[in-house]
């Protein structure tokens, strides 16, 4: 059983940063990607930043220049590191992870707040 735990959600001002984490438990293997999405008020859930099996990083145009993927393996950790940031940034944020032939998991959430 794969677990995903985000935390370091929180309320900034524009233009300051934030460093959400996603920790990872249980046994896998086969990872096709993972990475993080978000979901604003009122609007589908839209990804933010994914990184394949095959080491590419796709970031959403949004947020390119501003937001960097760091996956530590020895630790079981995904973070997202926000720089900044923007009221339009404000969402509940979700780490993501597919397996080859499985429905992806997701952790729980984490709320992120930009005040203008």
């Known amino acids: 059983q794969v677990q995903l735990v985000e935390s370091g959600g929180g309320l900034v001002q524009a233009g300051e940063s934030l460093r959400l984490s996603c920790q990872i438990s249980?046994?896998?293997?086969?990872?096709?990607?993972m990475g993080w999405y978000r979901q604003a008020p009122g609007k589908e859930r839209e990804s933010v930043v994914i990184?394949?099996?095959?080491?590419?990083?796709k970031y959403a145009d949004s947020v390119k220049g501003r937001f960097t993927i760091f996956r530590d393996a020895a630790a079981d950790t995904l973070d997202l590191q926000m720089n900044d940031l923007k009221s339009e940034d404000t969402a509940v944020y979700y780490c993501?992870?597919?397996?080859?032939?499985?429905?992806?998991?997701w952790g729980q959430g984490t709320q992120v707040t930009v005040s203008s």
């Open positions: 249980g046994s896998f293997s086969s990872v096709q990607s």
């Open positions: 993501n992870l597919k397996f080859w032939g499985q429905s992806p998991y």
């Open positions: 990184m394949r099996d095959t080491g590419s990083i």
